[in-house]
T-cell receptor, first 114, second 117 residues
Framework: AQTVTQSQPEMSVQEAETVTLSCTYD???????LFWYKQPPSRQMILVIR??????QNATENRFSVNFQKAAKSFSLKISDSQLGDTAMYFC???????????FGDGTTLTVKP | NAGVMQNPRHLVRRRGQEARLRCSPM?????VYWYRQLPEEGLKFMVY????????ESGMPKERFSAEFPKEGPSILRIQQVVRGDSAAYFC???????????????FGAGTRLSVL
């Protein structure tokens, strides 16, 4: 069974600064996907960024980037130039390729302070 | 292109009543997943369906819960004889597409918040 661990229940950052959210996972699979989702107060789950395990290059989406360390089973999210609208809960998720379900961590609540 | 549509957004039921949650996947998607989120927790997988078939129901409680995804119409998550412990947010996700990468991305609806009185 796969597990996803987010060790930081809460974090805060000043507006315009950079913050990194941690995520580790455990699996014996070799072909899988990793995701970060954002859940603002509206509770909508928004896909922020995704990474295929077979790709060594770290994914980047505008101000969001990941540090994917496959051997260490680590998948951290870096948010640059933090904005007030980034305030939300962030979930790391794992999915075995073509297997169906995703496994989620318990989330990190991020607060961006003005 | 409309996203994943869930309704109702909020549902209030009294103990013992039935709750029916609906999910229409994104256009072109044929895979539907249901997740439950308890307060202050992450999403927990419940069931994975394709049209007219349940593929994986390993996360579904053995009693009172059922799901379907008929050939026509939305997917339905049904909870019979609800109890207070069923109060949670229920999210539906869908996936589809023709390439391997697209098939493995799940897009979520806005969720249904069920409150059991």
């Amino acid at each position: 069974a796969q597990t996803v661990t987010q060790s930081q229940p809460e974090m805060s950052v000043q507006e315009a600064e950079t913050v990194t959210l941690s995520c580790t996972y455990d699996t014996s699979e070799s072909n899988y996907y990793l995701f970060w989702y954002k859940q603002p107060p509206s509770r909508q789950m928004i896909l922020v960024i995704r990474q295929e395990a077979y790709k060594q290059q770290n994914a980047t989406e505008n101000r969001f980037s990941v540090n994917f360390q496959k051997a260490a089973k680590s998948f951290s999210l870096k948010i640059s130039d933090s904005q007030l609208g980034d305030t939300a809960m962030y979930f790391c998720a794992f999915r075995v390729a073509n297997a169906g379900k995703s496994t989620f961590g318990d989330g990190t609540t991020l607060t961006v302070k003005p | 292109n409309a996203g994943v549509m869930q309704n109702p957004r909020h549902l209030v039921r009294r103990r013992g009543q039935e709750a029916r949650l609906r999910c229409s996947p994104m256009k072109g998607h044929s895979h539907v997943y249901w997740y439950r989120q308890l307060p202050e927790e992450g999403l927990k997988f419940m069931v994975y369906l394709q049209k007219e078939n349940i593929i994986d129901e390993s996360g579904m409680p053995k009693e009172r819960f059922s799901a379907e995804f008929p050939k026509e119409g939305p997917s339905i998550l049904r909870i019979q004889q609800v109890v207070r412990g069923d109060s949670a947010a229920y999210f539906c996700a869908s996936s589809g597409g023709t390439d391997s990468f697209a098939k493995n991305i799940q897009y979520f609806g806005a969720g249904t918040r069920l409150s059991v009185l």
